[in-house]
């Protein structure tokens, strides 16, 4: 996150979005692994935020029980990959095979509230979700994003039931924002930013698979897209009836994402006339900005609300018939007023012994019974993966000035085991995280706290 004006308190975020249609392939760490580390390339570098949506990401009944009752294996397995790297889960929602979820960076916690998701089944005329959109929505800073994982119908034939689909979960999606701060029912297309992306399978007009093979092996791509059934939607305007035409893309440079023979990187010529396959760019990333944050005509500064960067394929992994394609947003938000509202004032902790939670209060901060502070191993996953988690012990109200609280954990309920943790504040009021400590150490009472364990800064 880089601030770039000190005077409104703009920061920018950097969004690196992931889709993939795996095929139903199982996949393995490695596949993760790959999926980020291609071409010398690392995105998550500078990367704030992470979005992966993945399609035809199927589970065997006893996973399906899981994710319902308990965890998702997959986003467990994409976790695995991104939590050492400084990431949390912020939220994930599945539809059957269509999965969407995002990570965000720890600190990013104190920027982010109104997490929601939602789903729509486009499947068997809305009946089932083998094919519709999953999403998950936010508010970061004082920005409305969303991100919407899409799975339409096949075949090139069939254009006129995509469109429809699409209009469908742009027009009918709908959030329930419970946050105080905005109590009320948010459609899809009301956000700031809205990204679609999936495996939306648009394909070419009236081209052969020859012809696109042949093309696409010399790099001319732009003479295919002419053809591409999403940018002569788009090219409708007003005429159309999906509502793409509002979308923007990134300039395509890379060759067709589907379809291939698994485990190669050659087109799949299988099947004769119409059942043969032609290349076409099924997997895609769209967004588009809400007029409200359009540049104002008097603005003396004005500047995009999203820069796209690095729109590309990944030939690797090889294990579905698609390709993977990701793209790098950076999305320009106001942060005033999110710096932290809760400092905690760390002190030496012992395992399984009571400690004393002390904190200070920001003055004019709004406080409630229903606030919790948690405490947290320094790598944990996401929000609800704590250690301990208590409501704190004081009354309702706006403090009038700053002023310090605390309260006991009882060693019961301390971690019974040495390691590095961290503490945050949930507020009910901001819907958000307002206070969150730096990393810290908690050891055995006869150990001595070395430099191995000096408190170190998350």
Not at 116 to 126: K, P, S
Not at 239 to 268: A, C, V
Not at 379 to 391: G, P, Q, V
Request: glycine content about 8%; some cysteine; hydrophobic content about 40%.
């Amino acid at each position: 996150m880089a601030t770039s004006d000190s005077t409104s308190e703009r920061a920018e975020f950097r969004v690196h979005v992931v889709s993939w249609n795996i095929a139903s392939s199982p996949l393995t760490l490695n596949d993760v692994l790959t999926l980020f580390e291609f071409a010398g390339a690392d995105p998550l570098s500078s990367a704030d935020i992470v979005v992966v949506g993945l399609q035809e990401a199927y589970q065997s009944v006893p996973e399906a029980i899981s994710a319902v009752i308990g965890s998702d294996d997959t986003v467990e397995l994409f976790g695995r990959y991104l939590v050492p790297k400084g990431y949390v889960r912020l939220s994930s929602c599945r539809m059957l095979g269509v999965v969407v979820m995002a990570f965000v960076r720890r600190q990013l916690l104190l920027y982010i509230r109104d997490t929601e998701v939602c789903a729509t089944r486009t499947g068997l005329g809305g009946w089932l979700g083998i094919k519709g959109g999953a999403s998950v929505r936010f508010t970061l800073g004082d920005l409305s994003v969303c991100f919407t994982n899409c799975h339409l119908s096949p075949h090139p034939e069939d254009n006129a039931r995509r469109t429809g689909e699409i209009r469908h979960i742009l027009q009918s999606q709908t959030f329930e924002i419970n946050s105080r701060l905005q109590p009320a029912a948010m459609l899809m297309m009301d956000h700031d930013v809205l990204v679609v992306f999936g495996d939306l399978n648009f394909r070419l007009e009236d081209r052969g698979f020859d012809e696109v093979v042949e093309l696409a092996g010399k790099k001319k791509y732009e003479g295919l897209l002419l053809c591409d059934q999403l940018r002569l939607e788009q090219l409708k305007g007003d005429r159309g009836t999906s509502g793409l035409d509002y979308f923007m893309e990134m300039p395509i440079t890379f060759p067709p994402t589907y379809k291939y023979t698994p485990g190669t990187d050659q087109f799949s010529s299988l099947g004769k006339g119409p059942a043969q396959r032609a290349p076409a760019w099924c997997d895609r990333i769209i967004w588009n900005v809400h007029e409200r944050q359009y540049p104002k005509i008097n603005d003396p500064n004005p500047q995009p609300v999203v820069k796209p960067e690095g729109y590309t394929i990944h030939m690797e992994p090889r294990v579905s018939d698609h390709k993977a394609v990701s793209g790098g947003l950076r999305i320009l938000a106001d942060v005033r007023g999110f710096s932290p509202k809760v400092v905690f004032l760390l002190q030496t902790w012992w395992v399984s012994e009571d400690a004393l939670i002390v904190f200070d209060v920001a003055e004019g901060t709004v406080i409630s019974y229903w606030d919790w502070i948690g405490l947290y191993r320094a790598n944990f996953t996401s929000e609800k993966d704590y250690a301990h988690r208590s409501l704190t012990p004081v009354a309702r109200g706006t403090s009038a000035k700053s002023h310090c609280s605390c309260f006991k954990i009882s060693g019961a309920e301390m971690p019974s085991q040495p390691g590095y943790y961290v503490l945050i504040y949930k507020s009910v009021e901001y819907g958000r995280v307002i206070g969150m400590s730096p990393v810290f150490p908690i050891v055995h009472r006869e150990s001595l706290v070395s430099e191995d364990w000096e408190i170190v800064e998350s």
